[in-house]
């Protein structure tokens, strides 16, 4: 069956350190990959997706990620974390055009101390 | 732009009554919106996929005849809880794709509480 990882389940960082989530996909065939980010008691929203192309993705608030097809990773990344990047990160991954089912994995934690 | 609302935020309601849950997406026509349940400190479980005017797909180990879900237009899903119980308590998220861009946008979500 098909599956999303995300292996840090709690990350605590302090102002100003970079930051790279990991998120690793078990589907061969053609992926579309996501990821979201929940601020506590908000809902889901969109940071950034990868279809094709460049695989390094720029998303909003300075967050990119790299999609290594190779490695069946799509790993999220920024340079310098705030205070208010303090949130749950999923990754999710949907198998191509036209099948918009997801598969989301558990979920990282951050908290980023001032 | 893309803004799911979901309605009630909030709902209590006592064991064997039911609950029914709207999704609607504001600013655009969903081809397809999707029901999810969240537990705590855990990910998101996709309950159904629901396409207007069809009937929804269920996942599987969802009841289908306990969870209810009618997409009767292009901009809304209602899903119902029917005869809830206590173990039914817990984060229904929707989502709804934007055409043919398969990137879903979500919903507050609503949180249930059964007594």
């Known amino acids: 069956a098909q599956s999303v990882s995300q292996h840090n389940h709690h990350v605590i960082l302090s102002e100003a350190a970079s930051l790279e989530l990991g998120c690793n996909y078990s589907?061969?065939?053609?992926?579309?990959l996501f990821w979201y980010v929940q601020y506590p008691g908000q809902h889901l929203q969109l940071l950034l997706k990868?279809?094709?192309?460049?695989?390094l993705v720029k998303g909003i608030k300075g967050f990119e990620a790299e999609f290594i097809k190779s490695k069946f990773s799509f790993n999220l990344r920024k340079p310098s974390v705030q205070w208010s990047d303090t949130a749950e990160y999923f990754c999710?991954?949907?198998?191509?055009?036209?099948?918009?089912?997801?598969?989301f994995g558990t979920g990282t934690r951050l908290k980023v101390l001032a | 732009g893309a803004v799911v609302s979901q309605h009630p935020s909030r709902v209590i309601c006592k064991s064997g009554t039911s609950v029914k849950i709207e999704c609607r997406s504001l600013?655009?026509?969903?081809?397809?919106m999707f029901w999810y349940r969240q537990f705590p400190k855990q990910s998101l479980m996709l309950m159904a996929t629901?396409?207007?005017?069809?009937?929804?797909?269920?996942e599987q180990g969802v009841e289908k005849d306990k969870f209810l879900i009618n997409h009767a237009s292009l901009t809304l899903s209602t899903l119902t809880v029917t005869s809830a119980h206590p173990e039914d308590s817990s984060f229904y998220i929707c989502?709804?794709?934007?055409?043919?861009?398969?990137?879903?946008?979500f919903g507050p979500g609503t949180r249930l509480t059964v007594l």
């Open positions: 989502s709804a794709a934007l055409g043919t861009t398969d990137t879903q946008y």
């Open positions: 589907y061969g065939g053609t992926v579309n």
């Open positions: 990868y279809f094709s192309g460049d695989p």
């Open positions: 999710a991954v949907n198998r191509g055009s036209g099948t918009y089912k997801y598969i």
């Open positions: 600013d655009f026509q969903a081809t397809t």
């Open positions: 629901s396409n207007e005017g069809s009937k929804a797909t269920y």
